[in-house]
């Protein structure tokens, strides 16, 4: 028995700062030439599919821009599946931590070698490396005031998945929207009473860089999403009823907008 993931990024749309995507999910090069682009265990392990219609290159297109239009392009973390995009927007900044571009160019160890592959970066020319520092948000540490970004968009750093991984919170008139890439995979690990699914467990325990540190944060990241006083939306990358649910909300949110896109999924 299989379940279904997806690969969620969001299109933000900004007032004077261009069209912001955090995460890119596939690219279209890896749609072309995936054994070559991803590492084979990956692409067959997960059964990922595939499609050039899925990729955000297509999705933003679809919306009526132009891939020049992605001024900005802000990462959770540098895995395969969230940073494959990157060459399909040229013109785009790319932010991350300093943490995580570090341990990506060390790909040291049997799992860093397959989950970063520089081929989808190795043409990228204009990063943005970033430390955790100053002020923070809801008890987390927090990366404000990014490169060309408004004030509305900050990192939140959540290691544990990877050592350099982090959240993206986005300020909207609704509230914070805060994307936490793979702290968890599964809606109901944050729930008071928490669960996951075993595939999605040994999952996660596959590919943690630190399990002490993410179950932390996971456990942080429980207490936020159930204290209402906040008016945190929290959601995961791979979750597809998550996905869903905020795609039916996004067509409202002015003035800072944000669109959930679908992408490739595995099965």
Not at 124 to 135: I, K, N, T
Request: glycine content about 8%; aromatic content about 8%; overall charge negative.
């Amino acid at each position: 028995m299989t379940g279904q993931l997806v690969c969620h990024c969001q299109l933000v749309e900004t007032d004077g700062h261009g069209l912001v995507l955090v995460d890119t999910g596939f690219g279209s090069r890896d749609v072309d030439d995936p054994y070559g682009r991803m590492s084979p265990l990956f692409v067959t392990m997960n059964r990922i599919r595939l499609d050039h219609r899925d990729t955000a290159l297509e999705q933003v297109r679809n919306l009526g821009f132009s891939p020049r239009d992605v001024r900005h392009i802000v990462l959770t973390h540098l895995d395969f599946d969230h940073a494959g995009g990157l060459e399909d927007f040229p013109e785009a900044k790319v932010h991350v931590l300093r943490a995580e571009a570090e341990e990506a160019e060390v790909r040291q160890g049997f799992i860093h070698r397959r989950r970063y592959r520089p081929e989808q970066w190795d043409e990228v020319r204009d990063w943005r490396f970033y430390d955790p520092s100053g002020e923070t948000w809801f008890g987390f540490n927090s990366v404000r005031d990014l490169d060309g970004l408004p004030p509305e968009i900050l990192m939140v750093p959540l290691p544990g998945h990877t050592m350099g991984h982090a959240g993206i919170a986005i300020d909207l008139p609704e509230g914070w929207l805060l994307n936490a890439g793979d702290a968890y995979f599964y809606r109901h690990e944050m729930d008071e009473e928490p669960s996951c699914t075993p595939g999605l467990l040994a999952y996660q325990t596959l590919m943690e860089e630190n399990r002490a540190m993410r179950l932390r944060n996971q456990e942080r990241l429980r207490d936020l999403a159930n204290d209402p006083s906040t008016n945190v939306r929290i959601f995961c990358s791979h979750d597809p009823v998550e996905l869903e649910a905020l795609q039916r909300l996004s067509t409202g949110w002015r003035p800072l907008y944000a669109e959930s896109l679908p992408r490739s999924r595995y099965s």
